[in-house]
């Protein structure tokens, strides 16, 4: 008996598991072929041009043992493989079910093929992935100040010289604005760079990202701790001693460290920082202070080392409440009547001044919080 001819369309772009199963399981109709959108038709459907050129993408979908015949769809719009249905004649249309559309349906309809929609099924043993997914973790990625912030401000740390502690997160979401993530600063960096973590060497990347963000005649330079934070992955120490950068950086990027920090650290969102806000209008730099901020650094730091979660709290809390004798509108009396009922999980900081998140660090699972990934 004749087998069946099966047609799939799609972008298959950064191709992966999710992807061979799908053909995989679409070849059990008949004979596949495959029509891959073109780079213009993507750009013109999602926006922006496509990670591999056209070419590279029906390279990679042939060598697929599933695949009869793959193909650059010569259409455009939704339905780029039509003025192609003439040459594969297919007896079957298969898609996945987020790829369903009714003007394929109807297209069916009209040509006597048989339409067929699939649920995403991962093979067995393997995890479910999707492209849209797999983009999203090659975004831009966020900065996480955990302790010790202010600190790469030469102004706090030639009074006393200490480190501050930040690690790098997947861009698993869109953060809030003005809510201490380094947004400010990760804007600046897609505009060098476009929504993608850059390659080459990440110290120098992070020096460019800085230089930047603070053209001469910058009147308030955006600290470095932001820029290193967006660029290094994993934990990172940053020891400042009076300068912009620091003096020594110190790096923790092994899977069961950063593994480890993705399950303690949760965050609760806050209302942002209003516009104008000026944490900075009331200063009081104390060195026993400062030296309070300092210690806080040190201690988060030797906690991640130890995967101790009690001491990462107390980390965090007392470079909260540090930040509050050293800048007092840093931390507003409204932050404090809320942070009160995180008092029973190992401890708490904020990842914006007057704002942003609260960053609770927790061996067990807080209900509503938001889950972070340490990039590693």
């Not at 008949?30 to 013109?44: E, F, H, P, Q, S």
């Not at 200490?162 to 804007?187: C, E, W, Y």
Request: charged share 25%; net charge positive.
């Amino acid at each position: 008996m004749k087998k069946k001819i099966v047609l799939v369309s799609g972008c298959f772009d950064l191709l992966h598991a999710g992807h061979i199963a799908f053909f995989k399981q679409a070849s059990s109709y008949g004979r596949l072929y495959v029509a891959v959108g073109a780079d213009k038709n993507i750009t013109l459907l999602k926006g922006k041009a496509p990670y591999f050129s056209q070419t590279e993408r029906v390279y990679m979908v042939n060598a697929v043992r599933y695949v009869e015949e793959a193909f650059v769809a010569s259409g455009s719009g939704v339905l780029d493989f039509e003025p192609d249905l003439a040459r594969i004649k297919p007896n079957v249309l298969i898609v996945n079910s987020d790829g369903h559309a009714e003007e394929k349906e109807k297209i069916c309809r009209e040509n006597n093929i048989e339409y067929v929609v699939f649920d995403r099924v991962p093979e067995k043993g393997l995890p479910a992935r999707s492209s849209s997914a797999t983009k999203k973790e090659l975004r831009f990625p966020y900065r996480l100040c955990l302790a010790g912030g202010w600190l790469d401000q030469p102004w706090v740390s030639q009074v006393y010289p200490g480190p501050v502690v930040v690690v790098q997160i997947r861009p698993t979401r869109d953060f809030q604005d003005r809510a201490g993530l380094a947004t400010s600063s990760r804007k600046v960096a897609v505009a060098l760079w476009g929504d993608q973590y850059p390659k080459g060497d990440p110290m120098k990347n992070a020096k460019y990202l800085f230089g930047a963000e603070n053209p001469p005649g910058t009147r308030y330079v955006s600290g470095s701790q932001d820029h290193l934070g967006l660029l290094l992955p994993g934990a990172n120490r940053l020891y400042y001693d009076g300068d912009f950068w620091p003096s020594q950086i110190d790096s923790s990027t092994d899977k069961e460290t950063c593994d480890w920090l993705s399950r303690v650290i949760h965050l609760i969102s806050l209302k942002p920082r209003p516009l104008g806000y000026d944490p900075l209008a009331t200063k009081d730099l104390r060195e026993s202070y400062i030296k309070e901020l300092a210690e806080a650094g040190e201690l988060c730091w030797k906690s991640i080392s130890s995967h101790d979660a009690k001491g990462l709290g107390e980390s965090l809390k007392r470079t909260l409440f540090s930040w509050r004798k050293i800048l007092p509108l840093a931390v507003p009396d409204w932050i404090f009547e809320n942070a009160s009922q995180f008092d029973k999980y190992c401890g708490y900081n904020t990842t914006g001044c007057g704002g942003g998140y609260f960053i609770v660090v927790s061996e067990e699972p807080i209900k509503g919080a938001i889950h972070i990934k340490v990039r590693y």
